[in-house]
């Protein structure tokens, strides 16, 4: 009895929660329509009620039920899978092909993904120039949009970009649900230092040879996105790598694991995020008052952030996304959602709170595009 | 001190509220902002040099782009030069290209568009080898080989 009232104390009365959705709704609302609904196209009306609604809606019951992860999952993992499609109806409709070919690359035309951004730093000091063959301002996706959305997110969130608002991170986050169990439960933590070493070895290689070597060699989504024509032994090699990393880091390990290894292990941007997670407000907190040492938050971390020695010190590691897995299986609340100068324990509501509005408005902003883009298509086959 | 510490955080936690808050109406003049930076502009590797020749026809246009070496610090060894043919272009494109504007042929290239055939008959010793040659949405582009 006494777990179940402790538990339920970031639950809200519905009424409380409705309060709590008002501002979203309001924002949402804007930012979907631009402050001036348009009901002239039915299917476009459609995809963007039904997108406001889904938005919302999973807002509201991350207040009502006190829970946050499977709701911010559904979200995270939608804009995994819409992005998917839209870029590939994009690249389809533009180019029939989801490969670029040399004339997309001479031209300019390759759309930006934030994955790029660490292999530009380097090039950008020494050169002054961007080493890839994007749009620097308009068009789709184009490189400045791309820098201040990532810029502004990891300041804000962290490595909480990681859960919140990167639309790869959902393929493995989706794939790491799939069985109730994992079937490989032992992992050498190590490996979560891979990422820097992906790092340092990408930002080195790009400056030398003045070429974002990841996505040109590495980057497992390639698979689901775009990649180069496959029109030579070293083409045909580079779709070999993509496809194989995306089958093992992407599906097959975090099936097994329930792990999102792909961002555990390779993302080159993930330990970008981890520097940056130094810096946002906002944070895990255990109280170690209320902790009973149980240990369930580190079974069920999805980025191995959470370690016994971690909870032993009251800490969270610098690789925490903030998914909010180890604070929804936590029966005595000791672990929670906090911000940086408050102790732990104290404020735990207003925290969550404040948390939830930020991170959630940008993750339902963020992916309404990609989302009323593939519902406006389904309804364009229907109407 | 904890009071300070508390302020400090929360402070932060609301500014970081209002940046999310504004991020997306003021995208366009963000990016618009940001694309003015002085290293936002495309490395020469990828948008193929300024140009600085041309060669206009009738009813086509030649661009000769400026010789690209650019590595990390200084020049590499070997660069290339980018060629764009715009407006319509003939099926069959034969050219003398003098790249380095000295006033000698450095290369010849003839193209056959619709079989998609290109053919380099380098003049000078510094040109290489053809490295693209392709349709573009604007007419056709190639790419050639040099050593400094």
Known sequence: MDNILISSTMKKSFGRSLVYVLPMLLLTFMFMTGGRPDFSNLSSALAIGVTFLFVNILYFLMHYTGKTDKFRAIIFIIFALTLSFTLIKNMLEVRSSMSFSQADILECKIPFCHLVIPMMILPAAFTNSIIFPGSIIGGFADISSMVVLWLVATLVLGRGFCSWGCFYGGWDDGFSRFRKKAAIKKLSEIWKWMPFAVLIMVSLTAALTLIPTYCDWIC?????????????????????????????????????????????????????????????????????NACTECFKCVEVCPLFALGKEEIKAGKVSVFCSKCGKCVDVCSKNAIHFGIKGIPAGVMKNFSRNLFLFVSFLFISVFSAGSIINMLQSFFNLIF | M???????????????????????????????????????????????????????????????????????????????????????????????????????????????????????????????????????????????????
């Open chain 1, 220 to 288: 497992p989504f390639k698979a689901v996105t775009e990649f180069e024509q496959v029109t030579s032994v070293e083409s045909a090699t580079k779709a070999l790598v993509f496809v194989s990393l995306f089958a093992g880091l992407v599906v097959v390990l975090p099936v097994l694991t329930k792990k999102r290894t792909q961002c555990s292990f390779l993302c080159p941007l993930g330990a970008v995020n981890t520097i940056s997670n130094k810096v946002t407000p906002f944070t895990i907190k255990i109280d170690k």
């Open chain 2, 2 to 148: 904890r009071k300070i510490k508390i302020i400090a955080g929360i402070t932060w936690a609301f500014i970081c509220l209002i940046l999310i808050v504004i991020l997306f109406p003021g995208l366009n003049s963000f990016s618009v902002s940001t694309s003015k930076l002085p290293f936002m502009k495309l490395n020469p590797n990828y948008s193929g040099g300024v140009v600085i020749h041309q060669l206009v026809t009738e009813n086509c246009t030649l661009n000769i782009r400026k010789p690209v070496f650019d590595g990390l610090i200084g020049e590499r060894r070997s660069g290339f030069v980018q060629l764009d043919w715009r407006g319509v272009v003939p099926d069959n494109i034969i050219d003398t290209i003098d790249f380095d504007l000295d006033q000698n042929p450095d290369f010849l290239i003839f193209i056959n568009r619709k079989q998609s055939i290109a053919k380099l008959t380098p003049v000078s010793n510094r040109v290489k080898d053809l490295i693209i040659s392709t349709p573009t949405s604007y007419g056709w582009s190639v790419r050639v080989g040099l050593n400094k």
